[in-house]
Nanobody
Framework: QVQLVESGGDLVQPGGSLTLSCAAS????????LSWYRQPPGKERELVAG????????NYADSVKGRFTISRDNYKNVMYLQMNSLKPEDTAMYYC?????????WGQGTQVTVSS
């Protein structure tokens, strides 16, 4: 059974840093691309960053380019999101996602709150 479990969310001050993790199980991790999404309060879910199966290709939303870094460890079956220079507008529930064949799989989310 495919399972994605996010962790690392916290309350952090503006300008601070945080690293999110997404632990995966139930599928061949190194065969699939992965993504981070976020859903701010009262808004729709949006793509933050994506990474290819081998980790060679990445893409980012314009709003996080230069501040966030997506990465993965195909030996540990974990994906990461390093977030620097955090802003209040980064406050959201963060989710990891993968697509296997035609099915979307999501984690339960981890809350990031950026506030002084």
């Amino acid at each position: 059974q495919v399972q994605l479990v996010e962790s690392g969310g916290d309350l952090v001050q503006p300008g601070g840093s945080l690293t999110l993790s997404c632990a995966a199980s139930g599928f061949i991790f190194s065969d699939y691309g992965l993504s981070w999404y976020r859903q701010p309060p009262g808004k729709e879910r949006e793509l933050v960053a994506g990474i290819s199966s081998a980790g060679r290709r990445t893409n980012y939303a314009d709003s996080v380019k230069g501040r966030f870094t997506i990465s993965r460890d195909n030996y540990k079956n974990v994906m990461y999101l390093q977030m620097n220079s955090l802003k209040p507008e980064d406050t959201a529930m963060y989710y990891c996602k993968t697509i296997i064949w035609v099915d979307d799989y999501w984690g339960q989310g981890t809350q990031v709150t950026v506030s002084s």
